[in-house]
């Protein structure tokens, strides 16, 4: 379950006590309430900075990606956001400098993500890495375990376009640069 779903309710329930206190008088638990919704304000924004990221990635919107990317200071995230952070900023590197792409995505492994199709994704960004770089095999293997991963076939489609550029490799190297 996604948590917004907890926190943006859960943050409209605490102003309304910090209001409620307020009104009969106890300021001083009415201020600790304000410094709990700030904190799940803060925290609710920063997850949605990196899904707006997401979203403009998905829809091909690179220049949106990385503003809203950039809106994102990593060491505030929680270990597994964080990840995800790694994730999109790879992502988003691949058209730029490989070297520097394969380094964050695998970053984002290591430090984790949450869903399989989502390490799926970074092993298949890893696969087109591999192959720009001229590592067939490796670029095979992790397209295997990319497959793995991705038991609902949300990549399916994506496979197919790596598993033929990879068997075409003027594409690819043409794709990476």
Known sequence: MDTRFIKIPLAAASLA???HLFTIGQVG???GM???????VLITLQSMRLL???VSLRQQKMEDARKWLGRVNPKHLWPRRRGYWYFLSGSLMMEHNMNEAERLLKEALDIGLKQDHDKAAVK???AVVASAKRKTKLAKALLN???RLDAKGVL???IKQVEAAIRSPQQMRMRGR
């Not at 304000?34 to 799940?40: F, I, Q």
């Open 145 to 147: 375990e990319c497959k």
């Open 17 to 19: 006590y910090a209001i």
């Open 124 to 126: 298949l960004n890893l």
């Open 52 to 54: 707006m990221a997401f």
């Open 29 to 31: 638990a009415g201020v």
């Open 34 to 40: 304000v410094l709990v919704v700030a904190l799940l």
């Open 156 to 158: 399916k489609k994506d």
